[in-house]
């Protein structure tokens, strides 16, 4: 059974920092894509970065850009989110995220990613 668990989200104040981390299991994604979406109360998924599986290539929502970084270890078959400058707009419920396959990393629409963690709860106060 595969799964990927977060973890690492919870309350900060505005201009601070979060890093987020995404474990999984039951399957390696040493060769797949991954990603994090978040999700505000009321509103559709939203994508936030995509990485490629090698790590060489990223990608972000305009939201996000130049604040937060994605990166993984293959090794650990964890990906991460580093959030930096947080700002009340970004409190939502974020979710991992990866593909069976493919070399697309970058994918805004959800229903094209096959594996979702639970998702972590990440508030800001300003």
């Known amino acids: 059974q595969v799964q990927l668990v977060e973890s690492g989200g919870g309350l900060v104040q505005a201009g601070g920092s979060l890093r987020l981390s995404c474990a999984a299991s039951g399957r390696t994604f040493s060769n797949d894509p991954m990603g994090w979406f978040r999700q505000h109360p009321g509103k559709e998924r939203e994508f936030v970065a995509g990485?490629?599986?090698?790590?060489?290539?990223?990608s972000y929502g305009d939201s996000v850009k130049g604040r937060f970084t994605i990166s993984r270890d293959n090794a650990q078959n964890t990906v991460y989110l580093q959030m930096n400058t947080l700002n009340p707009d970004d409190t939502a419920v974020y979710y991992c995220?990866?593909?069976?396959?493919?070399?697309?990393?970058?994918?805004?629409?959800?229903?094209?990613?096959?594996?979702w963690g639970q998702g972590t709860q990440v508030t800001v106060s300003s």
């Open positions: 995220t990866a593909r069976a396959g493919g070399s697309v990393y970058y994918f805004q629409n959800p229903e094209r990613w096959d594996y």
């Open positions: 990485i490629n599986w090698s790590g060489g290539s990223t």
